[in-house]
């Protein structure tokens, strides 16, 4: 089966670093996504790792390791309005670029 | 340039009765992808447009069904509605294989 596991919730301090990590069961895939979504809105793309390794756009850095099973999203200087959920996501390239969306992990910056 | 529009942005039916959503890919974008999204639940797929044609759906009944018109506009059919399909119903359309999302219509069904 295909199944994507992220911890459901994380709290943190304006102004630190946090890492939401990702873990997947499932090969083959082309690409792993990042999205955030803030309560009550649509997702919107943050990221997209298709090699291992490190991909760093501003504030937000995105990994990933194939041969582990992981991932993990990066946020430095954090920010209230950083708080949204954290959804991690891989596409295939058969089906349409079918994409298996994890349930997300909510963060909470805190003053 | 304009981002995928859905309508209307909230909708409120009664058990049995039906419910018709509609999106607008961004300019260009050929196919369109529909997502459930429970409260407090992960995205669920249900359907994918290209061209027209049905290409894919997930593990609904055939009560959700939908469609897609020459200018790639789609509309999500929900037929005899159940208290379980409250939840928030998003579209997003792709380029490359990134999808852009919608604001989403949320759905309640009382």
């Known amino acids: 089966g295909q199944n994507i596991d992220q911890p459901t919730e994380m709290t943190a301090t304006e102004g630190a670093i946090v890492q939401i990590n990702c873990t997947y069961q499932?090969?083959?895939?082309?690409?792993l996504f990042w999205y955030q979504q803030h309560a009550g809105e649509a997702p919107t793309f943050l990221s997209y790792n298709v090699l291992d390794g490190l991909e760093e756009k501003g504030r937000f850095s995105s990994f990933l390791s194939r041969s582990k099973g992981y991932s993990y999203l990066l946020l430095k200087e954090l920010q209230m309005k950083d708080s949204a959920s954290y959804l991690c996501a891989v596409s295939f390239a058969t089906g349409g670029f079918k994409t298996i969306f994890g349930a997300g992990t909510r963060l909470f910056v805190k003053a | 340039e304009a981002g995928v529009t859905q309508s209307p942005t909230h909708l409120i039916k009664t058990r049995g009765q039906q419910a018709t959503l509609r999106c607008s890919p961004i300019s260009g974008h050929t196919s369109v992808y529909w997502y459930q999204q429970a409260l407090g639940l992960g995205l669920q797929f249900l359907l994918w447009y290209d061209e027209g044609e049905e290409r894919n759906r997930g593990h609904f009944p055939p009560r959700v069904s939908g469609r897609q018109v020459p200018n790639y506009s789609s509309e999500l059919n929900v037929n005899a509605l159940e208290l379980e399909d409250s939840a928030l119903y998003l579209c997003?359309?792709?380029?490359?294989?990134?999808?852009?999302f919608g604001p989403g219509t949320r759905l309640l069904v009382l």
């Open positions: 499932t090969s083959g895939f082309n690409g």
């Open positions: 997003a359309s792709r380029l490359g294989e990134t999808q852009y």
